[in-house]
């Protein structure tokens, strides 16, 4: 049995947005019988519903079948001009921490350095010692070598040329052949993993957000290097770092991708 609705209940809106809605990347254009059974109406009322937005702009027929119109992103326009990527990334980045019980940060490349533009701190940490802001080397850590495979080719040679290695670690990477190495690496698996590179005993794992087909931030989980053994991380870890990446893009506006 349906649950009661409140007096202001226009049941005509949640009708439209059903309509709206039943339009998805599986299925973008329909007919109106596939829109009826999909929003459970009378074919007569789903026709009725679906030329109105026609009329209003939101959809578009070729006289059999439906699709979405370009007016329907004035819809959500207002919204996700007001949303910044840290924002979008916090709740997923919160969720991912929790799961994890680890620290989470989304980062973003600027010149030869990471920024982190938002971080969750583990729910057992009592402080910490990176905030919103802090940089470091690109090369010395995954969220930066995540994002340099996905740089443009001219990226690349950009990056190659204007960066300095040095020693934080006796692991540092020491050699610019071996960086490369490692970047080839990263982008033919689509993660990164860092460890004790930059700082001893911690290990950070990172994988890329998309938005099109540009990689536009990497997703990290920091880890102490006892709290989980390298062999098991790609089977435990990755895949939900690429999941809390997947759905940072989509929220931003990007769309399903393969990895690199």
């Not at 109106?32 to 026709?47: F, L, P, Q, Y």
């Not at 030329?51 to 027929?61: I, M, N, P, S």
């Not at 949303?83 to 989470?104: D, F, G, R, S």
């Amino acid at each position: 049995m349906d649950r009661e609705q409140p007096a202001h209940y226009v049941k005509s809106a949640e009708k439209t947005l059903a309509v709206l809605l039943a339009f998805t990347t599986e299925e973008p254009r329909q007919s109106v019988s596939r829109v009826a059974a999909g929003t459970d109406m009378s074919r007569a009322a789903a026709r009725r519903f679906l030329l109105t937005l026609t009329d209003l702009g939101y959809l578009r027929t070729d006289g059999s079948f439906f699709e979405l119109a370009p007016r329907c992103l004035d819809i959500g326009a207002s919204f996700l001009a007001n949303l910044t990527l840290p924002q979008i990334a916090e709740p997923h980045l919160k969720q991912l921490a929790t799961e994890l019980n680890e620290t989470t940060s989304l980062c973003i490349l600027d010149g030869t350095d990471i920024v982190y533009v938002a971080r969750v701190a583990s729910p057992r940490l009592l402080s910490v010692s990176i905030n919103v802001g802090t940089r470091f080397p690109a090369w010395a850590t995954s969220m930066g070598r995540v994002l340099i495979a996905g740089l443009s080719q001219a990226g690349h040679d950009a990056y190659f040329e204007s960066v300095q290695l040095q020693q934080f670690t006796q692991r540092s990477i020491s050699s610019i052949d071996d960086l490369r190495a490692e970047i080839d690496r990263t982008a033919a698996r689509g993660w990164a993993m860092v460890t004790q590179e930059l700082e001893e005993g911690l290990r950070g794992i990172a994988v890329p957000v998309r938005r099109g087909s540009g990689v536009i931030a990497a997703v990290n989980v920091s880890l102490q290097t006892h709290r989980a053994p390298e062999e098991v991380i790609e089977q435990t870890i990755v895949p939900l770092l690429k999941d809390a990446a997947r759905q940072i893009g989509e929220d931003f506006g990007g769309r399903r991708n393969q990895p690199f």
